[in-house]
């Protein structure tokens, strides 16, 4: 891959940063990643190799133990995180989510008291908007937070919290009527609690459940849980940014930077691919010669390779468009778009070229054409982007009529 996914403009840091990670992914997770992911079992080494790295600090400021990183370094290093197993990225997102939002939205105290241990790995984050029967209608939430004194006390089940188990401080978006009357738009009556919690299952806290690890097509190895509050009660002072009614905004602008995540997820992942493709082409020979000398099987890696560019660029064009203080939604929402459906396409060709080996567990491949499917859907839908998309375009081209 020394010509594919190239990233013009890196300082040093940026450089060494990078280089370090892809000898790591290389040295220690693609070797065990498919069989830890056939067990699906928690990839507890590997993270702790991330953590010996700072990783889990790289876009906390450096006042905070972090190593104030940009969200390209962070993406950059996503993408070559998920060439070697989609799911440890996973782990690496929602923490980093929940630290963005803090950094961005949090309280000095909040700031103070979780981004230090965070920065250094000891507290390891997630957090939580969807709900059973929500889909992508964020609006539609009913868990709910009602004061009582100097707390509130928090109902509803949750779903889809990537790290539920692993995780001890979860950011979670409810209801709060609270100080909003009758008839306020809901994204105007929605906050975001953090909420500590002992990592593990069953009843975390009083008031507070995880029931279980889902059973997944793919995208294993990674917890992915309901959370269930039952009169789970919480300190006031832990309402991120300490007002009610923000967590809607704050949320999606974590969100936001999430599908630059996404995005690069599927870049690397599409990467991955393109390698085990191009390699496997030039091993199997049919019809007296390798099946990389058949015309059909170029221009199916010729796609491929443009695809695996192509989504690379724009996937670092929004996070360069984020990183300069720009709105970056229309970028973003293209990026993660382009990315996850140029990946699952990529992951297909792949599989094609090697045939009825792709089928067979032993082969690479077989992984991550289950994994694919899960950037279709992680961070809104491609239909979610589309419409993103569609609202930000009629904004920059408004007709003057």
Known sequence: ????????????????????????????????????????????????????????????????????????????????????????????????????????????????????????????????????????????????????????????????????????????????????????????????????????????????????????MGYKGVDTTELIMDGLRIPANRVLGGVTGRGFYQMMDGVEVGRVNVAARGCGVAQRAFELGVQYAQQRHTFGKPIAQHQAIQFKLAEMATKVEAAHAMMVNAARKKDSGERNDLEAGMAKYLASEYCKEVVEDAFRIHGGYGFSKEYEIERLYREAPMLLIGEGTAEIQKMIIGRRLLEEYRFQG
């Open 1 to 216: 891959m020394a010509r594919l996914a190239q990233t013009a403009g890196l300082t040093d840091i940026q450089q060494e940063i990078l280089s370090t990670v892809r000898d790591f992914v290389d040295k220690e997770i693609i070797p065990v990643a498919t069989e830890l992911e056939h067990r699906d079992e928690y990839p507890q080494q590997i993270v702790d190799g991330l953590k010996e790295l700072g990783l889990f600090g790289l876009m906390i400021p450096e006042e905070y133990g972090g190593l104030g990183e940009s969200l390209l370094t962070y993406a950059l290093c996503v993408e070559e995180i998920a060439r070697g197993w989609m799911s440890v990225s996973g782990i690496i997102n929602t923490h980093f989510i929940v630290a963005y939002m803090l950094k961005q939205h949090g309280t000095k105290e909040q700031k103070d008291h979780f981004l230090p241990r965070m920065a250094a790995g000891d507290i390891r984050g997630a957090f939580s908007m969807s709900e059973p029967a929500l889909g992508s209608d964020v609006s539609a939430i009913t868990s709910r937070a009602v004061k009582d004194g100097e707390e509130y006390v928090l109902n509803g089940q949750k779903m889809w919290l990537t790290n539920g188990g692993t995780s001890s401080l979860v950011a979670v978006l409810v209801r709060s009527d609270e100080g909003h009357p009758e008839g306020t738009a809901p994204h105007k009556s929605m906050t975001t609690f953090l909420v500590e919690k002992e990592p593990g299952f069953g009843e975390v806290r009083p008031g507070l459940t995880i029931p279980g690890k889902i059973d997944k």
